[in-house]
């Protein structure tokens, strides 16, 4: 009895924790432990303590189940903390990285643009582009609604010099085929515009976009706004007889056409890098670690000639563009349509090229660029030089990219099959602008091989976007890796604590 009177008080210490744990249900158990697994996710409390959890009465099942919920938790992605979307975030805050949804809208916008420019050179090779003489940005939406509207559109026509030069027996119904075509571009344009402003406004007032690209989207905005003007300005130049040669065919100055031109590529390079760049980052946010690991790759010292070959590319090709749409403003295709020779032989006469009649300047200061950019010969030359010189630089990366062991192991399979299809779109592109030139300008080959420039722009920006590194993504994704590991350390620390 003394020895039993002795333990009374050791039994009262120990009643409050069995009569805890002894008669709880299994169920009770599970429950505890979701709540403790989600209090330490949210982190909302402090992580239990370790007296609490262990218990000799703590079957090895339940605490299979409570181990297993804290290592899902450490595994769960740490990208999201990175792109920016967590809950500590202020709602008011700029995201990290873009939505998705902002890509596929600026693609689609690229799709857009590569569209208008493809019509916009039928409107040109169908000399339509002079029909409307007014620009009415909101009033001019709609054509013509009635006979006496359509007979005042034809009477301002009749007066322009294109008229009076070209075409002095065109009818009312000819002159509605040319008109539709410059008011569906007109239109396209128009519609280009809106597409692009009143989504981007949406996007950026609900926080879909990262400040950065929200200023892009502005410039790309303004330049679309401008693009329009620069269209007008080039219709202008050829309603005016003093802007061309006097008899010469009325044309729009090749200078201006050429501005139009390039402000359409870089305004479809804008969107399309852009949402290339998008998608990119989420994939690689997806997996922070193995994302790391592929730039470091990229990043490799032995793929720095490769990438910056590919940037060059880039400028070579948008310069052979750039050049095509002097030999368009000029009409130049029309001339020496045989390959490779140009007469005799490669190149025309040396007189012929540097022809002293297009000189302004009595000191002959202006001889030479006033040729390489007016004298037909020698702008089709050298659209003929640069066509050549991107086709061989193609090739021989293409040849570098295989032959070499070191590139061919270290470029990534993305990699090698968007420089498969660079020289695919290079080769198609040649063929075009050779069979265009033999057969003298016709429509189809003419419009197909302006559509294949875009094409083959396009594809050497997305090998460009397979092989280049993107720096703000690359701090995105340490950071991302670096949380993670934070997260894991803290989750295995309180694993090894059961």
């Avoid at 210490?13 to 249900?25: E, G, T, V």
């Avoid at 305004?267 to 994939?283: D, F, P, T």
Wanted: glycine share 8%; with cysteine; proline share 6%.
């Amino acid at each position: 009895m003394a020895s039993l009177g002795s333990s009374i008080p050791l039994w009262r210490s120990l009643a409050p924790r069995l009569s805890k744990d002894l008669f709880a249900c299994r169920q009770c158990l599970r429950t505890k432990a979701y709540a403790v697994n989600s209090i330490r996710r949210y982190g909302a409390m402090p992580p239990p303590q370790t007296n609490k959890i262990r218990s000799s009465l703590f079957t090895d099942k339940n605490r299979q189940f409570f181990t297993s919920s804290l290592r899902k938790s450490a595994a769960a992605p740490a990208a999201a903390s990175a792109i920016g979307e967590g809950a500590v975030k202020a709602k008011s805050s700029f995201p990290n990285v873009s939505d998705k949804a902002v890509a596929w809208w600026l693609l689609g916008s690229a799709a857009s643009v590569f569209g208008i420019v493809v019509f916009g050179g039928l409107t040109r090779l169908t000399e339509s582009g002079l029909s409307i003489t007014e620009w009415r940005p909101v009033t001019g939406s709609l054509p013509p609604m009635n006979a006496a509207d359509w007979e005042s559109e034809f009477e301002k026509y009749r007066a322009s010099p294109e008229f009076k030069l070209l075409n002095p027996h065109m009818t009312l119904s000819e002159f509605k085929s040319i008109y539709y075509m410059e008011w569906i571009h007109r239109l396209w344009g128009r519609f280009v515009g809106l597409s692009f402003v009143v989504p981007a406004v949406y996007f950026v007032a609900r926080k879909k976009v990262s400040a950065p690209m929200s200023w892009r989207l502005l410039g790309i905005a303004g330049l679309i706004g401008f693009q329009g003007f620069i269209g007008w300005w080039m219709v202008k130049s050829g309603l005016k007889d003093d802007l061309f040669a006097p008899g010469s065919h009325p044309r729009v100055s090749q200078y201006r056409l050429t501005a139009h031109l390039g402000a359409a590529f870089v305004c479809y390079v804008a969107m399309l890098w852009n949402g290339l760049a998008i998608l990119r980052s989420h994939r690689l946010l997806a997996d922070p670690a193995a994302g790391l690991k592929q730039l470091e790759a990229l990043r490799d010292p032995r793929l720095a000639f490769f990438r910056r070959s590919v940037a060059g590319l880039l400028l070579l090709v948008f310069a052979t563009v750039m050049s095509g749409g002097l030999v368009a403003g000029l009409d130049a295709g029309l001339i020496y349509n045989e390959f490779p020779y140009m007469g005799n032989g490669l190149t025309p006469p040396s007189k012929e090229l540097w022809d002293p009649r297009y000189s302004r300047k009595e000191d002959r200061s202006d001889l030479w660029w006033r040729n390489m950019l007016e004298n037909p010969s020698l702008v089709q030359l050298d659209h003929r030089i640069l066509a050549t010189t991107t086709f061989t630089a193609i090739m021989a990366l293409w040849a570098y990219s295989r032959r070499s062991p070191t590139v061919r192991r270290l470029l990534p399979a993305a990699a090698r099959k968007g420089m498969h299809g660079v020289v695919g779109f290079a080769s198609m592109q040649v063929a075009l602008g050779i069979c265009t030139l033999l057969y003298l300008v016709p429509i189809p080959l003419a419009s197909a091989h302006q559509a294949g420039s875009l094409f083959l722009l396009t594809w050497v920006l997305v090998l460009g976007s397979r092989v280049w590194n993107p720096s703000r993504t690359a701090k995105l994704l340490q950071k991302a890796a670096k949380a993670r590991g934070q997260q894991l350390s803290s989750s295995t620390a309180g694993i090894k604590r059961l």
